[in-house]
Nanobody, 124 residues
Framework: QVQLVESGGGSVQAGDSLRLSCAAS????????MAWFRQAAGKGREFVAV???????YYTDSVKGRYTISRDNAKNTVYLQMNSLKSEDTAVYYC??????????????????WGQGTQVTVSS
């Protein structure tokens, strides 16, 4: 079992920055893909970014150049640095884990464990 706990959400103005953190339990953290998804009100959950066991990274196009995903295996933690935030970034952000990095991980169904989510609200 893997437990994921997100933190760092909040309410900011457009153009501001936030850093989300996701702390994971379990000894096999370094072999897992860790991702961030988001879900805006009334919409489906969408892929934001993933960092795999080998530190390969993928982003959705709308956040490229603004968001940075990173991981600290010693702390079992994955981060999402969000810069130049826009109102359309407003959503609940979820951390997700895929055991043993089985696939690239763009889809919700590819993940085994989820955090409870943290709200990010960007005002224009």
């Amino acid at each position: 079992q893997v437990q994921l706990v997100e933190s760092g959400g909040g309410s900011v103005q457009a153009g501001d920055s936030l850093r989300l953190s996701c702390a994971a339990s379990g000894r096999a953290f370094r072999w897992n893909s860790m991702a961030w998804f988001r879900q805006a009100a009334g919409k489906g959950r969408e892929f934001v970014a993933v960092i795999r066991w080998d530190s390969s990274i993928y982003y959705t196009d709308s956040v490229k150049g603004r968001y940075t995903i990173s991981r600290d295996n010693a702390k079992n933690t994955v981060y999402l640095q969000m810069n130049s935030l826009k109102s359309e970034d407003t959503a609940v952000y979820y951390c997700a884990a895929q055991v043993l990095s089985r696939s690239i991980g763009y889809a919700v169904g590819e993940y085994d464990y989820w955090g409870q989510g943290t709200q990010v609200t960007v005002s224009s």
